[in-house]
């Protein structure tokens, strides 16, 4: 199994500012990816953390309002910025590992409960 | 892109009763399924899985789910719920040949058993 712990747990933000949320895994693993939960919704891929290079994004999201970093193979962190109240949410963290060819499972952090007013 | 639908918002039971969960997803290739549970204040953890092999797979706490192809479905069951299983509950897919733990999620099915 794979230890996540995300900081803030929770935030309360003004709009307009950023938030930067952390992510730290108790190995090091391959793929580590950020979702976003908004209320009363199911989990959304944000991007694919990816080590050493930019992030890839999903449809919808863009660099340059969730910056991603993964300055090694244990850390990532997820900014959100200029924040407005619609990106009040639930931010994951999530890491996954592969067993040769397989991938085990997907394992996930506590998450960030942001909101923004 | 792949989709998943979970056919039921809340289900609401009382302890004993039988449970399933429904599941369907749209993909035509090959798939990665998962069950995930989200009990309240916890984050979420991995219920059971499927990569390949027997469509019934056994995960934990007695929860069950069988892949039918034809149907492009994934059901979770449980003979008996406890007033324990109380929880949200999400069906995830990973498609085969994208990076490996890139997951999307259904709706979310939130499951309160009553004692």
């Known amino acids: 199994s794979a230890v996540i712990s995300q900081k803030p747990s929770r935030d309360i933000c003004q709009r307009g500012t950023s938030l930067t949320i952390q992510c730290q895994v108790d190995s090091q693993v391959t793929m580590m990816f950020w979702y976003r939960q908004q209320p009363g919704q199911s989990l959304t891929l944000i991007a694919t953390a990816n080590q050493g290079s930019e992030a890839t994004y999903e449809s919808g999201f863009v660099i340059d309002k969730f910056p991603i970093s993964r300055p090694n193979l244990t850390f990532s962190t997820l900014t959100v910025s200029n924040m407005s109240p619609e990106d009040s949410s639930i931010y994951l963290c999530?890491?996954?590992?592969?067993?040769?060819?397989?991938?085990?499972?997907?394992?996930f952090g506590q998450g960030t409960r942001l909101t923004v007013v | 892109a792949q989709s998943v639908s979970q056919h039921n918002h809340h289900v609401i039971l009382s302890e004993a009763a039988s449970l399933e969960l429904g599941c369907n997803y749209s993909y035509g290739g090959t798939v990665n399924l998962f069950w995930y549970v989200q009990y309240p204040g916890q984050h979420l953890q991995l219920l059971l899985k499927?990569?390949?092999?027997?469509?019934l797979v056994k995960g934990i706490k007695g929860f069950e789910a069988e892949f039918i192809k034809s149907k492009f479905s994934f059901n979770l069951r449980k003979p008996s719920v406890q007033w324990s299983d109380t929880a949200e509950y999400f069906c995830?897919?990973?498609?085969?040949?994208?990076?490996?733990?890139?997951?999307?999620f259904g709706q979310g099915t939130i499951l309160t058993v009553h004692p």
């Open positions: 999530s890491v996954a590992r592969k067993a040769g060819a397989l991938v085990t499972e997907a394992f």
């Open positions: 499927y990569f390949s092999g027997d469509p």
């Open positions: 995830a897919v990973n498609a085969g040949g994208t990076s490996y733990g890139k997951l999307t």
